[in-house]
């Protein structure tokens, strides 16, 4: 198994950082159902104000070309679009389990 974990930053004034997270965080969510190599997902949105991160998301799948199967799927590809020129920064890691 392989845990991937992804954080991102995003501009704009802390209300439209949060609108833009609350929708990628739903889009994300509807994922498993979707992309048949996606076990499992979870978002969370930031909630520290003196943290500059603003999401986080965990995902779960069985291998590391399932990794890229689904970073590839037109779903996932389509979630990520709704960060659009609000992504700022973005941080990896995938870790087998």
């Keep these: 198994m392989v ?16 609108e833009v997270s609350r929708r990628f965080k739903e889009a994300l969510e509807a994922l ?29 799948v069985d291998t590391m070309a399932d990794v890229e199967r689904y970073a590839k799927h037109p779903a996932h590809v389509a979630a990520a679009a709704l960060l659009g020129a609000n992504k700022e920064a973005r941080a990896c890691v995938d870790y087998e389990i």
């Design 32 to 60: 498993p159902a979707q992309i048949d190599v996606l076990r499992a997902i979870e978002v969370g949105i930031n909630s520290n104000p003196s943290e500059s991160w603003d999401v986080v998301l965990t995902a779960t």
């Design 3 to 18: 845990k991937h974990i992804v954080t991102f930053k995003l501009t704009g004034t802390p209300e439209e950082r949060l």
